[in-house]
């Protein structure tokens, strides 16, 4: 893991909190206080809501619904969730954002009702699934998916002499069995052939095979390595089951592709396809960057999940991804600064450089006396040298100043009266419980939204091991938010 100088940029742009190595006496229940005391203000908006489960609000949903079910977006939602939130908030016209846009799910779901749909996205994975999906489900020929459908069927890349070389990253060599990565090179090199829109279809089924077929498996915070691959990785080795062959994983999926195709033709399939009605586009770079850049006033609804402040690094988890995309390392290292921070290795960003505008979310997180209070007493833990990683109080700083940003533009960006609807996750670090929802919201309501429910899921989620043997177990809010611009 990279190490980083911990030395706060000196700016207006984020508070700087000077720690001392001496703790407040009770500083846990000065946090559960001031916890209370916001809990009690937002207890109205608080509703626990039956219909909402975690396969609803995560891809499990996905897992069965045809062309969303083609790549595995683990981090996202499911597009029935986006259908529930566009019916219930009466949104049937005008254009819908996702700020982080991942793969998708709530611009193909906009769109299939007939929407126009723009998303941001940083991460160059979930912009070319986006891309290459547009390409399969609205410009394939006839022609083009009898030569996808060939494919599967003769698998050409096996006597092709055509090859090109796999890229790879530090995280990700050897990630393959020596016979797959020729398989891959094999494919990519055979793939040159093709039409540009047979690429996309041929890309996109590539990107969603390289997990299945590889010694690795997506664990949010890293890839988690097969004892097979040879790497040591814990204590515990580490065995992932089956690896799929290459030529099995490929031809599965290039057929589930045609099959999900051939349903749209069936008016009575369970889950139709997307009309396509809508336009949908994706903006390349952080939201930090792009926001500011869109027109005010302009959209007449949002619906996104941003990342967590769960220490979740994307650059590695989607590493296979990354590198096949030829993001190299000094690209990798500057994608992962230029991402909203959610990881400790996100160096603290000088927001008022990146737009003078922003004090006032600035100086709204400040304001929040719950949020200094868990800011202080991560300080003071990592001056006193108790925390396990030093780079927690930068990311839980720069994840909610940022968020007070995104939110100050999202509004900006609304029309009056229209809704923003977010998935998130409380979060505990050190036994102080994170009520990222009521911070959240206490931020949109000083942007100007009216906080209508902070709808919350039935069952919580639990505390890791580490935190439940040290802090007991507690479980914590899963939710979705439903804020309206005044």
Not at 33 to 61: H, I, N
Request: charged share 25%; net charge positive.
């Amino acid at each position: 893991m990279e190490e980083y100088d911990d030395q706060l940029v000196a700016s207006d742009a984020v508070r700087v909190l000077r720690p001392s190595v001496r703790l407040p006496a009770d500083p846990l229940g000065r946090i559960a206080a001031l916890d209370g005391k916001l809990t009690e203000r937002f207890k109205p908006r608080l509703v626990v809501e039956t219909f909402l489960t975690r396969q609803l609000v995560s891809f499990q949903a996905n897992k069965e619904r045809p062309s969303y079910r083609w790549y595995k977006f683990k981090e996202g939602f499911s597009a029935a969730l986006v259908d529930i939130l566009l019916s219930r908030l009466g949104v049937a016209n005008g254009v819908v954002l996702d700020p982080f846009a991942g793969a998708g799910t709530t611009l193909f779901t906009a769109a299939g009702r007939g929407l126009n749909a723009e998303g941001i996205e940083v991460l160059p994975v979930g912009r070319e699934v986006i891309n290459d999906r547009l390409i399969v489900e609205r410009k394939l020929s006839p022609d083009d998916w009898q030569t996808v459908r060939k494919w599967s069927e003769t698998k050409p890349w096996r006597d092709s002499a055509m090859r090109v070389p796999l890229p790879e990253l530090r995280i990700t060599y050897g990630a393959y069995p020596r016979d797959t990565t020729a398989a891959i090179e094999n494919y990519l090199g055979t793939l040159l052939r093709e039409n540009e829109r047979v690429r996309a279809a041929l890309r996109l089924a590539l990107l969603s095979v390289l997990e299945s077929v590889s010694y690795t498996r997506k664990d949010g915070q890293y890839l988690r390595w097969d004892y097979r691959s040879g790497r040591r990785q814990g204590a515990r080795p580490f065995d992932k089951g089956a690896i799929t062959s290459f030529d099995d994983a490929i031809t599965l999926k290039l057929n589930d592709m045609s099959y999900d195709l051939a349903l749209a033709q069936q008016p009575d399939d369970l889950f139709p396809m997307p009309r396509g009605d809508g336009n949908v586009c994706v903006h390349e770079g952080s939201c930090l960057a792009v926001l500011p850049e869109l027109t005010t006033e302009r959209y007449s609804a949002i619906v996104t999940s941003p990342p967590y402040c769960n220490r979740y690094d994307y650059t590695r988890t989607y590493a296979l991804e990354l590198a096949l995309l030829g993001v190299d390392e000094q690209a990798l290292r500057a994608l992962r600064q230029s991402m909203l921070t959610c990881t400790v290795e996100n160096r603290t960003k000088d927001l008022l450089a990146i737009n003078a505008e922003w004090k006032a979310p600035i100086a709204a997180a400040d304001s929040i006396e719950l949020l200094q209070a868990i800011l202080e007493y991560l300080d003071g833990l990592k001056a006193a040298g108790k925390l396990n990683n030093n780079g927690i109080p930068r990311m839980v700083r720069g994840y909610f100043y940022e968020m007070a940003c995104v939110i100050w533009e999202c509004h900006r960006i609304l029309r009056k009266g229209a809704p923003m609807c977010m998935v998130n996750d409380n979060v505990r670090y050190a036994g102080a419980s994170v009520s990222v929802d009521l911070i959240l919201s206490t931020f949109a309501e000083q942007a100007g939204f009216a906080v209508e429910s902070i709808m919350v899921l039935p069952n919580g989620k639990g505390n890791s091991s580490q935190q439940m043997g040290r802090h007991g177990r507690e479980k914590l809010r899963k939710c979705v938010y439903v804020w309206r611009k005044r």
